[in-house]
């Protein structure tokens, strides 16, 4: 059975640093796509980035060049460094796991960022 479990979150001030983790269990993590996505208050979820096996990563413009997700293979974890943090960044980041042919969920982690 997958499992992924977020860490991580927290409050922080504009322009501030957060590294989200995402530990995966139950399922063989040289093989495993990871994405990172959040959810605001009031609004859909929306995506924020992928990690795919080889290697690969992909955000969309409104992160990219301020998060980068990366894997420890050692700790079958993935992080999100999260630079420059703005307040409309703010929402509970979800981590999920895609390459085992269903989509596994973690339960979120709360990102406030606010002076």
């Known amino acids: 059975q997958v499992q992924v479990v977020e860490s991580g979150g927290g409050l922080v001030q504009p322009g501030g640093s957060l590294r989200l983790s995402c530990v995966v269990s139950?399922?063989?993590?040289?093989?495993?796509?990871i994405t990172w996505n959040r959810q605001a208050p009031g609004k859909a979820r929306e995506w924020v980035a992928t990690?795919?096996?080889?290697?690969?990563?992909m955000y969309p413009s409104s992160v990219k060049g301020r998060f980068t997700i990366s894997r420890d293979n050692a700790n079958t974890t993935v992080y999100l460094q999260m630079n420059s943090l703005k307040p409309e960044d703010t929402g509970v980041y979800y981590c999920?796991?895609?390459?085992?042919?269903?989509?596994?969920w973690g339960q979120g982690t709360q990102v406030t960022v606010s002076s």
């Open positions: 990690s795919w096996p080889g290697g690969a990563t």
């Open positions: 139950g399922f063989p993590f040289s093989e495993a796509i």
């Open positions: 999920a796991e895609a390459g085992s042919g269903s989509t596994t």
